[in-house]
């Protein structure tokens, strides 16, 4: 089957579970940006319906659903450039989620990393929502055709999964109606690391607050945090290959590189032979003067929550434009009457 012509459009959601960090930043935030300032058209999305799959308080759900919108605009998304909308206020997502209930088998849902990290040794008494969320995901991608979806690295194994949910529709339906989506993970920031333990992801869920920088922390918060980061005994190395084994150095390396907007060989020629106290100061200010400006932009636009909500349902009415009659060939295909 040839894959007809798509239109370039990118699709990326985040959960408003709690405080944006420094990994939700450089690993989808950032990217965002410079995609919206391509050639592409644009979608954001605030995925609440994915963020209830574990217990969410609602007034605090709402909260972080207006943060997280207040975030992506104080990052430099332009609601008049990009769609930014929460989930929910668009049904055919759960629609579309049903119909690639039924496509998905049970065999990959089971191989997925994160429900079995999220689930842990808790499996019988997490959601079932849970389980599904890839299914989901799948349908928010191609609810829009989209063709590019920028992620970090972790949700690579739920994009593969959208591309065997809409290649084996396509077959089964002997259609060619989805679009095999490209996953679009580059750059340094793909994959941050808690500052604590360099093995593992930088997470909102974390208990330990210090292992993440937040994007709502003041400037003496993200330098203690980036102080206290856990590092070795050797100093940084010139080159990529001196950071082999040492990856709470190499997660700093790439924080570095990723605000710089550098790779990591240029930031290594600039850092290499420092020790890690002066190359943490040189970090922290770094960090401080990003995220500051766009922690104070938070808070102003918090301020007028009527606005947010006017903005995520007017992305929400344009949204809906696009998806409502993709779900509607679907449900064609399928053979629902209507
Ligand atoms: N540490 C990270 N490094 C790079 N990218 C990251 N992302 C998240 N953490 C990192 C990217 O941010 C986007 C949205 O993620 P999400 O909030 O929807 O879900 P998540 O990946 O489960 O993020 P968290 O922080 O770990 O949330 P909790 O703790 O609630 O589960 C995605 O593109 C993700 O790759």
Same mark, same amino acid.
């Given at each position: 089957?040839?894959?007809?012509?798509?239109?370039?459009?990118?699709?990326?959601?985040?959960? #408003?579970?709690?405080?944006?960090?420094?990994?939700?930043?450089? +690993?989808?935030?950032?990217?965002?940006?410079?995609?919206?300032?391509?050639?592409?058209?644009?979608?954001?999305?605030?995925?609440?319906?994915?963020?209830?799959?574990?217990?969410?308080?609602?007034?605090?759900?709402?909260?972080?659903?207006?943060?997280?919108?207040?975030?992506?605009?104080?990052?430099?998304?332009?609601?008049?450039?990009?769609?930014?909308?929460?989930?929910?206020?668009?049904?055919?997502?759960?629609?579309?989620?049903?119909?690639?209930?039924?496509?998905?088998?049970?065999?990959?849902?089971?191989?997925?990393?994160?429900?079995?990290?999220?689930?842990?040794?808790?499996?019988?008494?997490?959601?079932?929502?849970?389980?599904?969320?890839?299914?989901?995901?799948?349908?928010?991608?191609?609810?829009?055709?989209?063709?590019?979806?920028?992620?970090?690295?972790?949700?690579?194994?739920?994009?593969?999964?959208?591309?065997?949910?809409?290649?084996?529709?396509?077959?089964?339906?002997?259609?060619?109606?989805? #679009?095999?989506?490209?996953?679009?993970?580059?750059?340094?920031?793909?994959?941050?690391?808690?500052?604590?333990?360099?093995?593992?992801?930088?997470?909102?869920?974390?208990?330990?607050?210090?292992?993440?920088?937040?994007?709502?922390?003041?400037?003496?918060?993200?330098?203690?945090?980036?102080?206290?980061?856990?590092?070795?005994?050797?100093?940084?190395?010139?080159?990529?290959?001196?950071?082999?084994?040492?990856?709470?150095?190499?997660?700093?390396?790439?924080?570095?590189?990723?605000?710089?907007?550098?790779?990591?060989?240029?930031?290594?020629?600039?850092?290499?032979?420092?020790?890690?106290?002066?190359?943490?100061?040189?970090?922290?200010?770094?960090?401080?003067?990003?995220?500051?400006?766009?922690?104070?932009?938070?808070?102003?636009?918090?301020?007028?929550?009527?606005?947010?909500?006017?903005?995520?349902?007017?992305?929400?009415?344009?949204?809906?434009?696009?998806?409502?009659?993709?779900?509607?060939?679907?449900?064609?295909?399928? +053979?629902?009457?209507?």
């Amino acid at each position: 089957m040839n894959q007809k012509d798509f239109k370039p459009r990118v699709f990326s959601g985040i959960q #408003p579970s709690g405080d944006l960090t420094l990994g939700n930043y450089l +690993g989808a935030i950032k990217r965002f940006v410079s995609m919206q300032d391509q050639k592409f058209e644009t979608i954001f999305c605030m995925v609440d319906l994915h963020a209830i799959t574990v217990w969410q308080n609602p007034t605090e759900l709402a909260n972080s659903t207006r943060e997280l919108c207040a975030g992506f605009i104080a990052s430099g998304l332009d609601p008049n450039k990009s769609i930014l909308f929460n989930q929910s206020q668009v049904p055919e997502h759960a629609q579309l989620a049903w119909i690639f209930n039924t496509v998905a088998r049970m065999g990959w849902l089971n191989r997925m990393t994160q429900f079995k990290d999220k689930a842990g040794k808790n499996r019988e008494n997490v959601s079932l929502a849970l389980y599904a969320y890839p299914s989901l995901m799948a349908a928010d991608i191609l609810l829009y055709h989209a063709t590019h979806v920028p992620v970090g690295e972790d949700q690579k194994q739920h994009l593969e999964l959208t591309r065997d949910i809409a290649a084996k529709f396509n077959h089964d339906y002997n259609v060619d109606f989805f #679009p095999i989506t490209e996953p679009v993970i580059e750059g340094a920031g793909t994959r941050v690391m808690s500052l604590r333990d360099g093995t593992k992801k930088m997470s909102k869920s974390d208990p330990s607050e210090m292992s993440r920088i937040n994007l709502r922390d003041t400037s003496e918060e993200i330098a203690l945090k980036i102080q206290k980061a856990r590092t070795d005994s050797d100093g940084l190395p010139s080159e990529i290959s001196g950071l082999k084994g040492r990856p709470e150095a190499e997660n700093l390396v790439n924080i570095y590189a990723a605000l710089s907007n550098i790779t990591v060989e240029t930031a290594l020629e600039d850092l290499g032979g420092k020790n890690f106290a002066s190359f943490k100061r040189i970090l922290s200010d770094l960090a401080v003067t990003e995220l500051s400006s766009i922690s104070k932009e938070m808070t102003r636009l918090m301020k007028d929550q009527g606005e947010l909500d006017k903005i995520l349902r007017q992305g929400a009415d344009r949204a809906k434009a696009i998806a409502s009659p993709i779900l509607k060939e679907t449900y064609d295909i399928v +053979g629902m009457v209507r």
